[in-house]
C-alpha cells in the first residue's frame, strides 16, 4: 500500500511558523482542502474535496 509522502507535525510546524498567520496557503493541482482526520495515535491524514483522479486530470490541463 502506498502511504504517500509524510511528515510529522512538527516539520510541518517549523515549517509554517516561518510565515505569517495571515499568510494564505494553497495546493497544487487544483486541490481544496477538507479536513484533518486522525488515523492513529500518531498519524493525522489530510483529506482534499477532490479524488487524486480529479487532481490529475486539473494538473495535466494546466502543465502542458
Not at 511558523?17 to 482526520?37: H, P, T, V, W
Amino acid at each position: 500500500m502506498n502511504e504517500g509522502r509524510k511528515i510529522n507535525v512538527g516539520q510541518l510546524l517549523d515549517a509554517l511558523n516561518r510565515e505569517s498567520r495571515d499568510a494564505e496557503i494553497i495546493f497544487q493541482g487544483g486541490l481544496n482542502f477538507f479536513r484533518l482526520k486522525q488515523r492513529g495515535e500518531d498519524l493525522i491524514q489530510v483529506e482534499f474535496n477532490e479524488p487524486v483522479s480529479d487532481a490529475m486530470n486539473y494538473y495535466f490541463k494546466h502543465h502542458k
